[in-house]
């Protein structure tokens, strides 16, 4: 059972727009929500994080949406680079369980110059 | 560079064999994580270790088995290799044993034949 899905495995957009990255989640004791940007022989690398109590955060240019009623957040780009062409990971975890996270299987996001 | 170690970087066995993946952690971290990437899945947490201990599970293999040292060093031991094992395995370290902004290593790509 796939408790945290990115149903887009991959993502193709046009320098300077904006990039949606979409992630739903099942488990609704989850309470923060993460993504993680993964280049090539590279490990994941933290990007932005949101808690349950809010509903967006923002960081220079990502911003990430959480919509509780939908189970569903989004990672907002803008504007695209190239250099942010890389596989960007949902992961969820929930304070109950030291935020043990559960990750989605990724979205390659490409952005073409 | 996350500050995160993980050696070796390749390693090829044959089924049936043993292999100890090794992860030093960023200095000053306590917690170390370690997961499991295989093909076209999203990486799927193992186990946790806090300060020497043991701290969560996840879908870890009776095969498989894990510790963290006194100098904080955690090496994950996979025995009985079956083909199903390729996979890259990661580390992850955080100050805390909230795993909510871990710090990932390059990571280990297991190949069985």
């Known amino acids: 059972d796939q408790q945290v899905k990115q149903n887009s495995p991959s993502l193709s957009v046009q320098e300077g727009r904006i990039s949606i990255l979409n992630c739903d989640y099942t488990n609704s004791m989850f309470d923060y929500f993460l993504w993680y940007k993964k280049y090539p022989a590279e490990g994941p690398t933290f990007l932005i994080s949101i808690s349950s109590i809010k509903d967006k955060n923002e960081d220079g240019r990502f911003t990430v949406f959480l919509n509780k009623s939908a189970k569903h957040l989004s990672l907002h780009i803008v504007p695209s680079q190239p250099g942010d062409s890389a596989v960007y990971f949902c992961a969820a975890g929930s304070g109950g369980s030291n935020y043990k996270l559960t990750f989605g299987k990724g979205t390659l996001l490409t952005v073409n110059p | 560079d996350s500050g995160v170690t993980q050696t070796p970087k390749h390693l090829i066995t044959a089924t049936g064999q043993r292999v100890t993946l090794r992860c030093s952690p960023r200095?000053?971290?306590?917690?170390v994580y370690w997961y499991q990437q295989s093909l076209d899945q999203g990486l799927q947490f193992l186990i946790q270790y806090y300060n020497g201990e043991e701290r969560a599970k996840g879908n870890i293999l009776e095969r498989f088995s894990a510790q963290q040292f006194p100098d904080l060093h955690s090496e994950l031991n996979l025995s009985s290799l079956e083909l199903g094992d390729s996979a890259l395995y990661f580390c992850a370290s955080s100050v805390t044993p909230l795993n909510t902004e871990a710090f990932f290593g390059q990571g280990t790509r297991l190949t069985v034949v």
């Open positions: 200095s000053g971290d306590l917690s």
